[in-house]
């Protein structure tokens, strides 16, 4: 049987979270089935367990400034039923679970459990999402895309936690969210994908495209993107195999009992390729 | 490790002694025989394990019995003495909603967590609802019909 810690604020959370090496346990639908073992039996957890879902530091939502804050722990839930939750973000918290796992589930673990098809990553992604980790010695925000270094592994050290997701609301005139899975709910991503794109004066002003599910952590590069902004609409139809070409040496999917690698690269090109050609509607 | 933690259920404060990291399923099961609780899949999928906590729809094999110091539970046995309760149980049985009954008190839950917010729904927001409660006999239509029904009958009573 495992040590658990419980606090009552951040502070204490995260003085637990420097002297003891221990699992932080946000909504626990990843960790309770991760460490499973059966009918009438205890969660076999292997280190100390620190909850912090219950923190009122870690459970705030709210838009100041044009700038939205979610607090590690706020339940999916809770990110759905906000109304400054940009609708990419809205669609994919709508896509975890069913409801019930979405009233515990956490983007928090999402991010930290670091799966390659973790859906929030994604939208949090084209969002250009910081992260604020924390510690005793002090804070760090860092970008999103800068916190995976590979399937299951980010840079968050044993005495941190994350504790809030932070991006400005974005001002876009086209946005694209799809999740492919084996069916509507209770569904793991097979492929997902969430983009923008600005359109001014017949030129494509912005565009931002992430990929889950289809490399060892989520797609994104600003430098392709680059290549497409400020070319005429019109123009796009004849760069876009180029770009695709490109995109495709990014997409390193893997074949498990999901879906296969072929599949998963023939999606996700196609589907960076229908969102870039779709006449605003 | 033990820990007492202190939780209420049903409406009566509780507190046990035991491993924090038991499943709220199990504890509601084997040391309060909650036995309203099912466990199906135990992994989250299946919704037969559904109660409130804290008035939340909520998987309690996914929840470790530690995370919910202070907390509210409230399960089917409890639930079922509302008048909101026998509004859906009639329609279930009217709309045959009901068959082998494993999935139905997570069906009845799941029912109530929407009809409280969502006294009118349409058939996609009741197919949503119930998405993450599986049943093998049925085919869903018939608890469709039931929950419509309930719907139809139950104003005022959510």
């Given at each position: 049987m495992v040590k658990s810690y419980r606090p009552r604020t951040l502070e204490e959370a995260l003085k637990i979270r420097s002297e003891t090496r221990c699992i932080p346990y946000a909504g626990g639908t990843d960790l309770m089935v991760r460490y499973r073992r059966g009918a009438g039996l205890a969660a076999g957890f292997d280190q100390p367990v620190l909850f912090i879902g219950q923190l009122a530091e870690l459970t705030q939502i709210y838009e100041k400034n044009g700038e939205l804050t979610i607090g590690a722990c706020v339940p999916y839930r809770e990110i759905i039923h906000?109304?400054?939750?940009p609708e990419i973000l809205r669609q994919a918290c709508e896509l975890i679970g069913a409801p019930a796992v979405q009233n515990l589930g956490t983007p928090g673990g999402n991010i930290c459990n670091a799966?390659?098809?973790?859906?929030?990553l994604p939208p949090l992604s084209v969002l250009d999402a910081n992260l604020t980790l924390q510690s005793l010695s002090g804070e760090r925000n860092v970008s999103i895309l800068s916190f995976f270094t590979g399937p299951g592994k980010t840079i968050l050290r044993d005495d941190e936690l994350l504790t809030a997701i932070h991006f400005r609301l974005p001002h876009f005139t086209v946005e694209g969210y799809r999740k492919v899975g084996?069916?509507?709910?209770?569904a793991l991503s097979k492929v997902s994908f969430a983009a923008f794109m600005l359109k001014e004066k017949e030129m494509l002003a912005d565009i931002r495209i992430a990929l889950g599910a289809v490399a060892p952590t989520v797609v994104r590069s600003r430098e392709l993107e680059n290549r497409l902004?400020?070319?005429?609409?019109?123009?796009l139809a004849k760069l876009l195999p180029e770009i695709l070409e490109s995109y495709g040496k990014l997409i390193l999917p893997i074949t498990d009992q999901r879906s296969d690698a072929n599949y998963r690269k023939t999606i996700a090109l196609r589907l960076i390729e229908n969102f870039v050609l779709k006449e605003e509607s | 490790m033990s820990q007492i933690i202190q939780f209420t259920l049903n409406g009566t404060p509780v507190s046990l002694e035991s491993d924090p990291m038991r499943r709220l399923l199990d504890v509601l099961r084997?040391?309060?025989?909650?036995?309203?609780?099912k466990e199906g899949c135990g992994e989250g999928e299946c919704g037969a394990c559904s109660v409130f906590l804290n008035g939340k729809l909520v998987n309690s094999c996914l929840v470790a019995l530690g995370s919910i110091e202070g907390m509210n539970v409230e399960t089917i046995v409890h639930f079922k003495n509302t008048p909101a309760y026998r509004v859906i149980e009639q329609a279930f049985s009217d709309a045959g909603a009901v068959q082998c009954g494993f999935c139905t008190p997570g069906m009845v839950l799941a029912a109530y967590a929407l009809l409280k917010n969502n006294?009118?729904?349409?058939e996609n927001d009741i197919r949503e609802a119930i998405s993450g409660n599986l049943c093998r006999c049925t085919g869903y239509n018939m608890i469709v019909d039931g929950i419509r029904l309930a719907a139809k009958r139950g104003e005022g009573k959510w």
């Open positions: 906000q109304r400054h939750t799966s390659p098809a973790g859906d929030t084996t069916r509507k709910a209770n902004i400020g070319q005429p609409l019109t123009d | 084997d040391d309060f025989s909650e036995t309203g609780v006294p009118h729904p349409g």
